[in-house]
């Protein structure tokens, strides 16, 4: 069962007995040492929906709300009691009479301090980091907005929409299927994208962006936003280039890696001695 799961939703990977462990021990209900018919009959259940699966992969590491309970296909987890992680719902008949600028410095307004929102962001490139030729494979976030993700009293982020969330191999096998006459027909969920073969009239299946990259530009205005005068700058450097990574680059995983530590130690160096580490 495990391994059908496994092959179906996350493709070939070879962390098979950690996921199937992780699998048997969510199913051990009542703790007990063993998983009868009826724990394995909910269990499945609740492993067709990709989200539970996705969200248990990552909640060892802190990315996504805990499980608390479940039966069947319904479940429980922690509460996340603080999101989106930045920006305002206007009502719809305004949103159309305010301008972008407008709305994007609005989104700002009500965030928590300067080292807290630094911490809350460690929180988004270490999930981008787990993700990237992690554990149990590759995954790409396909709608990186404010709205899906969340943060806890200790402004730990939360993967709140594990929806959003694609193995990079489901998304190649989507890609390379779809036909397409420009760019703009090459997309998947919101925001990932590659490229269309004009000759084969097929879609490229190299992403074209990397989750780092939109990471950094979701994270832009958030962090600059009250930083530190002395680190203004070194700051803004760094996240426009993390914004300038593509997925087709030479060397990309180096690349990557670069600047994903740079900015993260860049970040680190400030608030280390703070309550807010």
Not at 40 to 65: F, I, N, Y
Not at 265 to 271: C, D, G, H, K, T
Request: proline share 5%; glycine share 8%.
């Amino acid at each position: 069962m495990s391994l059908s799961v496994r092959q179906s939703k996350l493709g070939e990977d070879p962390n098979l007995a950690s996921l199937v462990s992780q699998i048997l021990s969510v199913a051990d209900g009542n703790r007990d040492g063993r998983v009868s018919l009826p724990e394995a009959r909910s269990t499945w259940a609740l492993l067709q929906m990709d989200e539970v699966l996705l969200g248990l992969l990552l909640q060892d590491r802190g990315h996504t709300p805990r499980l608390l309970g479940y039966c069947g296909d319904l479940y429980m987890t922690e509460r996340v009691p603080y999101g989106p992680l930045y920006g305002l719902s206007l009502p719809w008949p305004l949103v159309s009479w305010v301008p972008g600028g407008l709305q994007r410095a609005m989104d700002q307004w009500f965030t928590p301090s300067w080292p807290r929102k630094a911490k809350i962001s460690m929180g988004l490139l270490e999930l981008v980091e787990d993700i990237f030729h992690g554990t149990y494979g590759s995954f790409l976030i396909c709608d990186l907005a404010a709205a899906h993700f969340g943060y806890t009293d200790r402004h730990e982020l939360r993967l709140t929409n594990t929806r959003v969330m694609v193995p990079e191999d489901e998304f190649r096998r989507s890609m390379q299927v779809l036909k397409c006459e420009t760019d703009a027909d090459c997309v998947y969920g919101v925001d990932c994208h590659t490229s269309c073969d004009s000759t084969a009239r097929r879609c490229r299946v190299e992403p074209l962006q990397p989750n780092l990259a939109k990471a950094c530009g979701a994270l832009k205005d958030y962090l600059l936003r009250g930083a530190p005068s002395e680190l203004r700058e070194e700051l803004e450097q760094q996240l426009y280039s993390c914004m300038a990574l593509r997925g087709n680059a030479g060397q990309m995983n180096m690349e990557h890696s670069l600047i994903l530590n740079n900015l993260k130690a860049l970040l680190w160096r400030q608030i280390s001695h703070t309550k807010d580490s």
